[in-house]
């Protein structure tokens, strides 16, 4: 089935439109009948891109190999046409086509006829199939549904498990002031005259095994240039998502854009139908597959900004917007919006693009295994979209969200995870700029001015009310990290190279930890009144200095933190400590036996390690002094790791360091009585 970033939503220019466009000459088009298919006696084009040198495309006639998946698929249909003696051509169309010329596999195979419905013909085949006894899928059909460009039926089926759409070729004609065409059977020439781009428009026939071109896409392909079979304004009308596709597929294979669809894609009419006409879920695919895209994403961007459009796709709804309190962001300068009427911010852009520019070098630079697909992504976007934090946009019900989750969530309709997590990951990252300044703290303490930094609890707690340990600065460094990276997880790499691209983006003055600072982030991290950060340390040197801590010091990465579970349950907890085993006082004690647990990540690691490799010889090394002797008296609940084999042998046991961690949290609830 087709992908819906990949379906047509039409719609007619006016007559208005028209004439402010004004008329382009057609001479790139030329007659659909009077255009032949691919000549053999042809030489191949002086203009072959180097890289192509030992592609399909490279040869005069181009012979496509074929898999054996895919002759067999071939020899079903030809089958299906030889029984039932179907007088019609049957020829795969666009994206499949163009990916073997260029030497790459694809599956995405729709057929193309000249002279059945899709439907029709996805019965003789499925007919067929049975009779060679062959398993039949079922037939589904995507109705005619012009609101959603649907506006002639679309087979789809399975033929050898592989998923395909059966289609015939259509001419659209539009009416004066209509989005809804008149659909017309018609011929492959004509057909490819309404495609997208002259390198989607090109068939290959399965009776003849050639490749037909009505519209020059082979020598658009060689010479890698992207061009529209029609005048791009009129394409561009019809479906006015073509401009992101064009952005797209000029980043994703290399391609210059012609110069009459970048004029096109600046044209106010167009862009306001595209504005209008097109659906946030439709653009929000096409800025997914950019970015899955991550090596080429920064050029498909580059051209969206380009032609003025980041506006349009990444709306912001200037009537609920706000800027978020002081108590979330702290004191911070944010950059000016979009206005409501002044189109796009090149300002804003800028910034934009130059973040996401960063995201790409950085990704390019690091090893291959550091990022997925996934992870390089969410970079890309976060990095993208970090001009906008600091913002927060009005939803129903008196309820708030960051202008960065809405963006991607309601302007382009991608998934609650994806809009989650861009927006915690610039969170954190701003966040871990902050806490950079309390390990600059850390640093200029002396081991007699390492201090508790928080107050121990009044002696009117209860038992069952659990008490605020005091930590000092260095576990309070810690304990912040660790809540940090708990969040993010295995996306903490992605904010911590986050961080270094805030940084290089802006003057050091805006990372500033000022003085009395009201945020509740700010706050946690207990910096006392009177510390005053160095400033001949800039921001950077200081970040580099704290993730160096992070990743080589504070053992945080090498559990990983995030992975961690608790050391055992609140009821057995509760029970251990003599207190009830309801209420809100069992999450607090679970997140204080946290604390302990990322404050001796050196004794759990050794465990974790022995579990998770029980191939390997566990460590060696001296045990904490943190952890005591193993109490009689000490259960023996579920452990959170597997059990190490008999043949490892940990520092200490897990009863050993589940009986320390209950022994601290006695003396924390002893101490408050």
Same mark, same amino acid.
């Given at each position: 089935? +087709?992908?819906?970033?990949?379906?047509?939503?039409?719609?007619?220019?006016?007559?208005?439109?028209?004439?402010?466009?004004?008329?382009?000459?057609?001479?790139?088009?030329?007659?659909?009948?009077?255009?032949?298919?691919?000549?053999? %006696?042809?030489? /191949?084009?002086?203009?072959?891109?180097?890289?192509?040198?030992?592609?399909?495309?490279?040869?005069?006639?181009?012979?496509?190999?074929?898999?054996?998946?895919?002759?067999?698929?071939?020899? &079903?249909?030809?089958?299906?046409?030889?029984? *039932? +003696?179907?007088? $019609?051509?049957?020829?795969?169309?666009?994206?499949?086509?163009?990916?073997?010329?260029?030497?790459?596999?694809?599956?995405?195979?729709?057929?193309?006829?000249?002279?059945?419905?899709?439907?029709?013909?996805?019965?003789?085949?499925?007919?067929?199939?049975?009779?060679?006894?062959?398993?039949?899928?079922?037939?589904?059909?995507?109705?005619?549904?012009?609101? @959603?460009?649907?506006?002639?039926? %679309?087979?789809?089926?399975?033929?050898?498990?592989?998923?395909?759409?059966?289609?015939?070729?259509?001419?659209?004609?539009?009416?004066?002031?209509?989005?809804?065409?008149?659909?017309?059977?018609?011929?492959?020439?004509?057909?490819? @005259?309404?495609?997208?781009?002259?390198?989607?428009?090109?068939?290959?026939?399965?009776?003849?095994?050639?490749?037909?071109?009505?519209?020059?896409?082979?020598?658009? =392909?060689?010479?890698?240039?992207?061009? %529209?079979?029609?005048?791009?304004?009129?394409?561009?009308?019809?479906?006015?998502?073509?401009?992101?596709?064009?952005?797209?597929?000029?980043?994703?294979?290399?391609?210059?854009?012609?110069?009459?669809?970048?004029?096109?894609?600046?044209?106010?009419?167009?862009?306001?139908?595209?504005? @209008?006409?097109?659906?946030?879920?439709?653009?929000?695919?096409?800025?997914?597959?950019?970015?899955?895209?991550?090596?080429?994403?920064?050029?498909?961007?580059?051209?969206?900004?380009?032609?003025?459009?980041? &506006?349009?796709? *990444?709306?912001?709804? !200037?009537?609920?917007?706000?800027?978020?309190?002081?108590?979330?962001?702290?004191?911070?300068?944010?950059? $000016?919006?979009?206005?409501?009427?002044?189109?796009?911010?090149?300002?804003?852009?800028?910034?934009?693009?130059?973040?996401?520019?960063?995201? !790409?070098?950085?990704?390019?630079?690091?090893?291959?295994?550091?990022?997925?697909?996934?992870?390089?992504?969410?970079?890309? =976007?976060?990095?993208?979209?970090?001009?906008?934090?600091?913002?927060?946009?009005?939803?129903?019900?008196?309820?708030?969200?960051?202008?960065?989750?809405?963006?991607?969530?309601?302007?382009?309709?991608?998934?609650?995870?994806?809009? $989650?997590?861009?927006?915690?990951? =610039?969170?954190?990252?701003?966040?871990?700029?902050?806490?950079?300044?309390? !390990?600059?703290?850390?640093?200029?303490?002396?081991?007699?001015?390492?201090?508790?930094?928080?107050?121990?609890?009044?002696?009117?707690?209860?038992?069952?009310?659990?008490?605020?340990?005091?930590?000092?600065?260095?576990?309070?460094?810690?304990?912040?990290?660790?809540?940090?990276?708990?969040?993010?997880?295995? *996306?903490?790499?992605?904010?911590?190279?986050?961080?270094?691209?805030?940084?290089?983006?802006?003057?050091?003055?805006?990372?500033?930890?000022?003085?009395?600072?009201?945020?509740?982030?700010?706050?946690?991290?207990?910096?006392?009144? &009177?510390? %005053?950060?160095?400033?001949?340390?800039?921001?950077?040197?200081?970040?580099? /200095?704290?993730?160096?801590?992070?990743?080589?010091?504070?053992?945080?990465?090498?559990?990983?933190?995030?992975?961690?579970?608790?050391?055992?349950?609140?009821?057995?907890?509760?029970?251990?400590?003599?207190?009830?085993?309801?209420?809100?006082?069992?999450?607090?004690?679970?997140?204080?036996?946290?604390?302990?647990?990322?404050? !001796?990540?050196?004794?759990?690691?050794?465990?974790?390690?022995?579990?998770?490799?029980?191939? /390997?010889?566990?460590?060696?090394?001296?045990?904490?002094?943190?952890?005591?002797?193993?109490?009689?008296?000490?259960?023996?609940?579920?452990?959170?790791?597997?059990?190490?084999?008999?043949?490892?042998?940990?520092?200490?046991?897990?009863?050993?360091? +589940?009986?320390?961690? *209950? @022994?601290?949290?006695?003396?924390?609830?002893?101490?408050?009585?």
């Amino acid at each position: 089935m +087709k992908k819906q970033g990949e379906e047509k939503e039409a719609s007619n220019p006016t007559s208005a439109d028209m004439a402010a466009i004004g008329h382009m000459s057609d001479s790139l088009v030329g007659d659909a009948t009077s255009v032949t298919v691919t000549a053999s %006696t042809s030489s /191949a084009s002086p203009d072959l891109r180097p890289e192509l040198a030992h592609a399909p495309i490279a040869q005069s006639d181009p012979t496509l190999p074929l898999t054996a998946l895919e002759r067999r698929i071939f020899d &079903h249909v030809l089958g299906a046409c030889n029984m *039932f +003696k179907l007088e $019609t051509q049957v020829r795969v169309a666009g994206g499949w086509v163009r990916d073997k010329l260029l030497g790459l596999s694809s599956m995405d195979i729709d057929f193309a006829l000249d002279r059945l419905s899709g439907e029709e013909f996805a019965s003789y085949l499925s007919r067929y199939l049975t009779s060679i006894g062959e398993r039949a899928s079922g037939i589904g059909v995507i109705k005619l549904n012009p609101d @959603q460009s649907k506006h002639l039926a %679309t087979a789809t089926m399975k033929v050898c498990d592989v998923s395909i759409d059966i289609n015939n070729f259509r001419q659209e004609v539009y009416a004066a002031n209509s989005r809804i065409p008149e659909v017309k059977l018609a011929t492959a020439a004509e057909d490819a @005259q309404r495609r997208d781009f002259t390198v989607n428009a090109l068939f290959y026939n399965i009776h003849t095994g050639k490749v037909e071109d009505y519209v020059g896409g082979l020598d658009d =392909l060689r010479r890698g240039l992207l061009r %529209t079979p029609r005048n791009p304004h009129i394409t561009f009308s019809d479906d006015p998502l073509r401009i992101l596709r064009a952005a797209r597929f000029a980043a994703r294979f290399g391609l210059n854009v012609s110069a009459d669809i970048r004029s096109a894609a600046r044209v106010a009419a167009v862009q306001r139908d595209l504005a @209008q006409k097109v659906s946030r879920e439709r653009m929000g695919m096409e800025i997914q597959k950019m970015l899955q895209r991550y090596d080429t994403a920064i050029q498909a961007f580059t051209l969206m900004c380009e032609w003025g459009i980041r &506006h349009i796709v *990444f709306a912001v709804p !200037h009537e609920k917007v706000q800027k978020a309190q002081t108590s979330e962001i702290g004191e911070m300068e944010l950059q $000016t919006l979009d206005g409501n009427d002044e189109g796009d911010n090149g300002a804003l852009t800028s910034q934009c693009l130059r973040a996401m520019q960063l995201a !790409h070098e950085t990704i390019q630079s690091a090893p291959t295994s550091r990022y997925s697909t996934d992870s390089a992504s969410m970079l890309l =976007l976060s990095a993208f979209l970090n001009p906008y934090y600091g913002y927060r946009v009005e939803l129903k019900k008196n309820k708030s969200n960051t202008l960065i989750w809405h963006l991607v969530r309601e302007a382009l309709k991608l998934p609650q995870r994806d809009a $989650t997590l861009a927006s915690d990951l =610039l969170t954190h990252a701003h966040q871990l700029i902050r806490a950079s300044y309390l !390990h600059e703290y850390t640093r200029n303490l002396t081991v007699d001015g390492a201090t508790g930094m928080a107050a121990a609890s009044s002696s009117s707690l209860s038992p069952s009310s659990p008490p605020v340990p005091s930590y000092t600065p260095l576990e309070c460094l810690q304990l912040v990290c660790s809540r940090i990276m708990r969040q993010s997880a295995s *996306f903490t790499p992605v904010a911590l190279d986050l961080v270094s691209i805030l940084l290089h983006l802006t003057p050091n003055a805006a990372h500033q930890l000022r003085p009395g600072s009201v945020s509740v982030f700010d706050k946690s991290l207990q910096l006392p009144s &009177h510390f %005053t950060h160095n400033p001949a340390i800039q921001p950077t040197a200081r970040f580099n /200095a704290f993730r160096r801590w992070i990743e080589e010091e504070s053992k945080l990465l090498d559990l990983p933190v995030w992975e961690m579970k608790p050391l055992a349950s609140g009821t057995e907890v509760c029970k251990v400590l003599g207190v009830e085993t309801k209420g809100a006082h069992v999450g607090v004690l679970i997140n204080r036996m946290m604390e302990w647990q990322v404050l !001796h990540l050196d004794d759990l690691i050794p465990l974790h390690s022995a579990s998770s490799a029980p191939s /390997a010889s566990a460590s060696t090394s001296p045990p904490s002094s943190a952890v005591p002797p193993p109490s009689a008296s000490s259960a023996s609940p579920p452990s959170p790791f597997p059990s190490p084999p008999a043949s490892a042998s940990a520092p200490h046991t897990l009863e050993q360091i +589940k009986s320390a961690c *209950f @022994q601290w949290l006695k003396a924390q609830t002893q101490s408050s009585q």
